[in-house]
């Protein structure tokens, strides 16, 4: 004879649903901020896509998705390489003023 299944109890399920709604930071719903940066450095550049593969490693392909926005997270080595490339260093300032130079 089979077992009888146990009723579901919906308020149950509900209660372990519950932490679904806590807020865990913020989330892009588009693209992250730092694309639409790199896109206006590469537009800004004037160099091909190819260009800018030779000089930094990254695939030109990386490069398109990112323009075409069907990347939502890019790595930052990736950023980082294409930022180098192209003469550009990413700072990052403290709360005190200070500069924090990131490839010191």
Same mark, same amino acid.
């Given at each position: 004879?089979?077992?009888?299944?146990?009723?579901?109890?919906?308020? %149950?399920?509900?209660? !372990?649903?519950?932490? =679904?709604?806590?807020? *865990?930071?913020?989330?892009?719903?588009?693209?992250?901020? /730092? $694309?639409?940066?790199?896109?206006?450095?590469?537009t800004?550049?004037?160099?091909?896509?190819?260009?800018i593969?030779?000089?930094?490693?990254?695939? %030109?392909?990386?490069? !398109?998705?990112?323009? =075409?926005?069907?990347? *939502?997270?890019?790595?930052?080595?990736?950023?980082?390489? /294409? $930022?180098?490339?192209?003469?550009?260093?990413?700072?990052?300032?403290?709360p005190?003023?200070?500069?924090?130079?990131?490839?010191?």
């Open positions: 004879m089979a077992k009888a299944k146990p009723k579901t109890n919906i308020v %149950a399920l509900r209660r !372990r649903l519950d932490h =679904l709604d806590r807020d *865990r930071g913020y989330r892009w719903k588009d693209q992250d901020p /730092v $694309l639409e940066l790199m896109n206006r450095v590469i800004d550049s004037g160099w091909s896509l190819l260009n593969q030779d000089k930094s490693g990254v695939a %030109a392909s990386t490069m !398109r998705k990112w323009q =075409l926005g069907e990347v *939502r997270r890019p790595q930052n080595f990736t950023v980082e390489s /294409v $930022l180098t490339a192209l003469g550009y260093t990413r700072k990052i300032f403290g005190d003023g200070r500069i924090y130079d990131a490839n010191k």
